[in-house]
């Protein structure tokens, strides 16, 4: 993380907005994987605004994705709900199906697995999807990204749930 703090005090120093904010969301992400979720909130709140005055679409869908991941909860579906309406209609596959697992993940963990079971079965859709698209050769090392595994791993934990919905 030091050097990403390193990269932000640069790129403020030649004044890049749009790349100081994309310095602070990798903060924010590598504060959540640390269990820093203080550090994340406030970073995330200063990347926001920076985001709107001078962000991409991209990084300011990347922005509502991790509003929605640090919330968490009820309050974090709803966020991740409106990162996703703008992820698909922007065509950010990639995000799309993230923030389907990050959706399905809170859910799951506020033990609401039959509203869990759509987004996680989405995700997996989209991520069929975009590894489908691939060469033959780059389509095993694209499931490797610890994300996919989690999803993976959700998917198996929500297949008898499933299967109930499907009778």
């Known amino acids: 993380m030091r050097y990403t703090w390193r990269a932000r005090r640069v790129y403020?120093?030649?004044?890049?907005?749009?790349?100081?904010?994309?310095?602070?969301?990798?903060?924010?992400?590598?504060?959540?994987?640390d269990g820093?979720?203080?550090?994340?909130?406030?970073?995330?709140?200063?990347?926001?605004?920076?985001?709107?005055?001078?962000?991409?679409?991209?990084?300011?869908?990347?922005?509502?994705?991790?509003?929605?991941?640090?919330?968490?909860?009820?309050?974090?579906?709803?966020?991740l709900r409106g990162a996703l309406r703008r992820a698909d209609r922007l065509g950010f596959r990639d995000l799309s199906w993230r923030t389907r697992l990050a959706a399905g993940r809170i859910l799951w963990e506020d033990n609401r697995k039959a509203e869990a079971v759509p987004h996680v079965r989405r995700a997996m859709e989209v991520l069929r999807d975009l590894n489908r698209e691939l060469p033959a050769e780059h389509q095993q090392p694209f499931l490797l990204d610890?994300?996919?595994?989690?999803?993976?791993?959700?998917?198996?934990?929500?297949?008898?749930?499933?299967?109930?919905?499907?009778?």
Do not use: Y
């Open 12 to 33: 403020k120093d030649l004044g890049q907005e749009p790349d100081i904010a994309q310095c602070e969301l990798m903060i924010v992400r590598l504060s959540l994987e």
């Open 36 to 79: 820093r979720p203080d550090l994340a909130r406030r970073t995330l709140a200063r990347a926001m605004r920076r985001l709107h005055r001078a962000g991409t679409a991209w990084l300011v869908t990347q922005g509502r994705f991790l509003c929605g991941v640090v919330r968490g909860s009820s309050g974090g579906v709803c966020s």
């Open 146 to 167: 610890p994300d996919k595994q989690r999803l993976r791993l959700l998917l198996h934990r929500l297949l008898p749930h499933m299967e109930l919905q499907n009778r």
